[in-house]
C-alpha cells in the first residue's frame, strides 16, 4: 500500500464532511489497537472460545477423486459460531467499539447474515445493538429478521431506493455521521471508507493464516490455488491475504453471474463493472453511463452486491488474483454436488467458489493441491434451493 487506506489508486475516503469526523476518529482508534498486544489476545482468544477457532481444513477425499485433478482441501468457515466467516469480523469490530468506549452498534445487513452476527456479539458484550436492513429485503429474510430480534437487536427497515442492501447502508452511513459520540458502525465486507476495507481484511485474515499452517502441516508445502466465492470480498481477502506474497499460489474469486453475464441480471463486478467512487470507496462497480449504480441480481443474497472491495480490485488489476463468474444454475448445481459427494450442505454464496473449483481441478494435475474456503453452511439456503428446483417441501 502506497497511501494510507490506498491500494494501488484504489480505496480511499470518499465521504461527505458531515461523516469524515466518525471515519477519522475510527482510523485513529484502529491504528492504536491494531498492532496492540493486549487488543489482539481478547480477539485471539474469542476467535477460540466464542468463534470455535480455529475451523477445519478437511480433505475432501471423494470430490478429489472424483475430479481427478489435485488434492482438495476444504476450509471450514461453515463450522464457526453462526455458521459462517462473518462471525470473524463482528467479534473484532465490536471488541473495537468496546476499546473505545462505545455503548451502541448499528450495522446493516443484506441477507441478514452479518445483521445476525452482529447481534449475536452485541448481546455476549451487553450492547445496545440497531440493524438497517432493505424492507425488500425484510420480506425476502423474515426468519434473519426474527432471529436478530431474539438476540435482542432492533431491526430498522429502508425503504428508500431500491430497498435493499446499498440503501441499508446509507441510512446506516447517516445514522453514524449523526451519533459519533455514541454509535459504532460495524460495516460487515471489505468495502466502505477507509479503514473498512483493511480493518475487516485483517479481522478475516485469520482464516489464510490458519490454512497455511494447516496444509503445511498436512502436506509439507503450500497450495497450488485458493478458491473463494466474492461478494463485497471479505471471506476471499481473509484466506487469500496470507498467500499474497506467495507468488506460487494462484488466487481465485469467484464472483456471482446471476442469469448469465450477458442478461443484465447478474452481480459479476469485475467482469463488467467499471471504475468509479460509492459508498466512500474507489474500486469497481455495476453502474450505467451516468455512473448511476445498477441494479444487482443474484441467486445468493451475500452476493448481491453492485461493487467489490478496492483491495480485491487492486489484486485483479495487478493480475495477483483471478476473477471468474459462476451462474445461479452452476452454484445450485455445485450446492447440491457438494451436498451428494461430501455429505456438506454449503451457503448457496460458498457453492460458487464449489463451482468455480469445480471447472478449475481438472486443469490442474494430480501432483497439485487445491483449498476451498467454504464460507458458510446451507441451512439457511435449502427452502431457496428447493423452491429454484420445483420442489414444493410444504406438501
Ligand atoms: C456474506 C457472505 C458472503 C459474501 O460476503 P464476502 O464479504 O464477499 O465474504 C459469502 N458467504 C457467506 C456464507 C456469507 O454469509
Not at 465486507?189 to 473498512?196: F, L
Not at 464472483?255 to 453475464?261: D, F, K, Q, T
Not at 443474484?298 to 463468474?325: K, M, N, Q
Request: include cysteine; glycine fraction near 10%.
Amino acid at each position: 500500500m502506497d497511501k494510507i487506506g490506498r491500494f494501488g489508486d484504489l480505496g480511499g475516503q470518499y465521504v461527505p464532511e458531515t461523516v469524515m469526523n466518525a471515519v477519522t476518529e475510527l482510523q485513529e482508534a484502529y491504528d492504536r489497537y491494531k498492532n496492540d498486544p493486549q487488543f489482539l489476545a481478547e480477539l485471539h482468544e474469542l476467535y477460540r472460545n466464542y468463534a470455535f477457532r480455529p475451523s477445519l481444513l478437511y480433505y475432501a477425499e471423494k470430490m478429489t477423486r472424483d475430479l481427478g485433478g489435485p488434492k482438495i482441501y476444504i476450509k471450514r468457515e461453515d463450522l464457526n459460531h453462526t455458521g459462517s466467516h462473518k462471525i470473524n469480523n463482528a467479534l473484532g469490530q465490536v471488541l473495537l467499539a468496546k476499546h473505545m468506549g462505545k455503548k451502541r452498534i448499528i450495522a446493516e445487513t443484506g441477507a441478514g447474515q452479518h445483521g445476525v452476527a452482529t447481534a449475536t456479539i452485541c448481546a455476549y458484550f451487553d450492547m445496545e445493538c440497531e440493524v438497517y436492513m432493505g424492507r425488500e429485503d425484510m420480506e425476502r429474510q423474515a426468519l434473519n429478521v426474527y432471529r436478530m430480534e431474539l438476540l435482542g437487536a432492533k431491526v430498522t427497515g429502508v425503504d428508500s431506493g431500491t430497498a435493499t442492501l446499498k440503501d441499508a447502508i446509507n441510512e446506516a452511513m447517516r445514522d453514524w455521521a449523526t451519533n459519533i459520540e455514541t454509535t459504532f458502525y460495524c460495516i460487515g465486507s471489505v468495502m466502505g471508507p477507509h479503514p473498512y476495507p483493511t480493518m475487516v481484511r485483517d479481522f478475516q485474515k485469520i482464516i489464510g493464516e490458519e490454512a497455511k499452517a494447516q496444509i503445511l502441516e498436512a502436506e509439507g508445502r503450500l497450495p497450488d490455488c485458493v478458491v473463494a466465492c466474492v461478494g463485497g470480498g471479505s471471506n476471499a481477502m481473509g484466506i487469500f491475504y496470507d498467500f499474497i506474497g506467495d507468488k506460487s499460489v494462484r488466487l481465485v474469486g469467484a464472483e456471482a453471474a446471476g442469469r448469465g453475464i450477458e442478461t443484465g441480471e447478474h452481480a459479476a463486478t469485475v467482469s463488467k463493472g467499471s471504475l468509479g467512487i460509492f459508498h466512500g470507496m474507489k474500486s469497481l462497480f455495476l453502474q450505467n453511463d451516468e455512473g448511476q449504480i445498477a441494479p444487482v441480481f443474484s441467486i445468493s443474497a451475500g452476493l448481491d452486491y453492485p461493487g467489490i472491495g478496492p483491495e480485491h480490485a487492486h489484486l485483479h488489476e495487478t493480475g495477483r488474483a483471478d476473477y471468474v463468474a459462476v451462474t445461479d444454475e452452476e452454484a445450485v448445481q455445485a450446492f447440491e454436488y457438494l451436498s451428494k459427494t461430501e455429505g456438506i450442505i454449503p451457503a448457496i454464496e460458498s457453492a460458487h467458489a464449489v463451482a468455480a473449483a469445480r471447472r478449475i481441478a481438472p486443469t490442474m494435475g494430480k501432483d497439485q493441491i487445491m483449498i476451498i474456503n467454504l464460507s458458510g453452511r446451507g441451512d439457511k439456503d435449502v427452502q431457496q434451493i428447493a423452491r429454484y428446483r420445483g420442489v414444493d417441501i410444504n406438501a
